[in-house]
């Protein structure tokens, strides 16, 4: 299959963090504005829900075939993992998702907490958080993960 698809970007990233950094994503104030022809209808019942799951696109990512495996981070003391075991930002299809709680929906602005995505980020698509499609039973993940994730917030 040698399939393109081809998107446009329905709004941006506005953020006080310019610069990818691993760890320290809530201490950021973000929000996401929409791009014309896009208006505030479009978020018109958004605020009724306390989350949103921000679809973007990871722009500044170096996707190369060598990081198919690897160890995350380089941490020696982690195992090596394929791309798809990891969540790293740089990707095969750069494609960013992260579940945010929002803040405010203004005009054609939400103000999101827990946003990991740098200022001036594409934002493809905006679907609200709906408890029915996360996960059913219970979840499981590795310890080195958990590890990982300890700072990332």
């Known amino acids: 299959m ?3 698809f081809e998107f446009r970007p329905i709004g941006v990233v506005r953020s006080s963090r310019t610069q990818i950094v691993d ?19 479009a978020l018109r019942g958004l605020d ?14 170096a996707w190369t075939e060598e990081r198919v495996l690897r160890r995350p981070r380089g941490n020696a003391a982690w195992p090596e993992v394929g791309i798809f075991a990891q969540r790293a930002k740089d990707r095969p299809n750069p494609i960013g998702l992260s579940v945010c709680a929002i803040d405010s929906v203004k005009g054609v602005r939400i103000k999101v907490r827990g946003l990991d995505a740098v200022d001036g980020t ?3 698509d905006l679907k609200p958080w709906v408890a029915q ?3 059913r039973g219970p979840t499981a993940q590795p310890g ?5 994730m ?3 917030w």
Do not use: C, K
């Open 150 to 152: 300890e700072g990332y």
């Open 122 to 124: 594409p934002v493809l």
């Open 23 to 41: 760890d320290g994503w809530d201490d950021e104030q973000s929000s996401i504005e929409l791009l014309a022809p896009f208006d505030e209808r």
């Open 48 to 61: 009724g829900f306390s989350h949103v799951e921000v679809i973007y696109v990871l722009d500044r990512s």
């Open 133 to 135: 499609f996360g996960p």
């Open 2 to 4: 040698d399939e393109t």
């Open 144 to 148: 080195w993960m958990s590890e990982l």
